[in-house]
C-alpha cells in the first residue's frame, strides 16, 4: 500500500471511528421534455423536476433541446422521458445505447404514446406497447393491482384524479409487461394500464400514462408514484 492509499485508509477510519458519514452526490437524471399539447416545461421541468429533488437524492436536468440528448446522456445516470416532439436518428441512438447498457428509463405520460413511426423499437422494446388514443379530461378511477412492488408502497389502494385516461394496449410481440396499477374509464368501464413495468434483459424501465396537468402533478398519489419509480429505477 502507498502512502496516499494509506492516508486515504486512515481518514476512512477516523470518520468511521466519529460517526461522521460522507455524503454521497446526488444521482444525476436526465429529463426530455417538449412538443404539443402539454405544458411541459411548467410539470415536468419545474413540478416534477421539485418533486423528484426533494428526496435529496437527485439532481435533475430538464431539457426540450433534443439534439442534445447524446451530449447530455454522457453525463447521466437515469433517463426520464416526457416529450412527443421528435428526436433524431442521433438521439434515437444514443437513447438506445444508454439503456441497453443498463442504465434506467421512466417514461411519462406524452412518452408512452406511439410518437415516432421512424423508430418502431422504442415502443416495441422501452414501452412494450403504447397508447393510440385518450379519453376527454375527466375523473379517473385508479386501483392499485400489485400493492407489493416498490412503485406502489405508500400509494392508496384507490385514488382519483382529473386526467387523460390514456387506453395504453400492451404489444404481444414484446417481451411484456407488468402491471402495477390500473385506470378505469368512465365512459366504458374498461380497465386500461396506468402504471406498469416493462421487462428487459438490462435495464430497469417503468411507465406511468397520467400527466396532463396541475391535477396530476400536484397529487399526492401521483407525486408517490413519481418518486417511488425513479427510487425503483435507481436501485
Request: net charge neutral.
Amino acid at each position: 500500500m502507498n502512502k496516499t492509499m494509506k492516508l486515504l485508509a486512515g481518514f476512512a477510519l477516523v470518520l468511521m471511528s466519529t460517526g461522521v458519514v460522507l455524503a454521497q452526490k446526488p444521482l444525476r437524471i436526465l429529463m426530455v421534455g417538449g412538443g404539443g399539447s402539454h405544458d411541459f416545461g411548467r410539470w415536468y421541468g419545474q413540478e416534477d423536476k421539485k418533486t423528484i429533488e426533494s428526496t435529496g437524492k437527485y439532481s435533475v436536468t430538464y431539457t426540450e433541446q433534443t439534439d442534445s440528448i447524446p451530449a447530455y446522456l454522457k453525463q447521466a445516470d437515469l433517463l426520464i422521458l416526457t416529450n412527443n416532439q421528435p428526436i433524431n436518428a442521433t438521439g434515437q441512438a444514443a437513447i438506445t445505447k444508454f439503456v441497453e447498457k443498463g442504465h434506467g428509463l421512466l417514461l411519462l405520460h406524452a412518452a408512452v404514446w406511439y410518437n415516432w413511426e421512424d423508430w418502431p423499437a422504442y415502443n416495441l422494446n422501452y414501452v412494450g406497447g403504447g397508447s393510440k388514443s385518450h379519453e376527454k379530461l375527466q375523473e379517473i378511477k385508479s386501483f392499485v393491482v400489485n400493492s407489493g412492488h416498490p412503485i406502489t408502497q405508500g400509494v392508496p389502494a384507490k385514488f382519483e384524479f382529473v386526467d387523460e385516461l390514456y387506453r395504453h394496449v400492451p404489444d404481444p410481440a414484446a417481451k411484456g409487461i407488468e402491471v402495477l396499477v390500473i385506470g378505469q374509464s368512465k365512459e366504458t368501464d374498461a380497465v386500461y394500464p396506468g402504471v406498469f413495468t416493462v421487462k428487459h434483459r438490462k435495464a430497469k424501465i417503468a411507465g406511468i400514462t397520467t400527466g396532463h396537468d396541475e391535477r396530476s402533478h400536484q397529487h399526492e398519489a401521483y407525486k408517490t408514484l413519481l418518486i417511488n419509480a425513479v427510487n425503483w429505477i435507481a436501485d
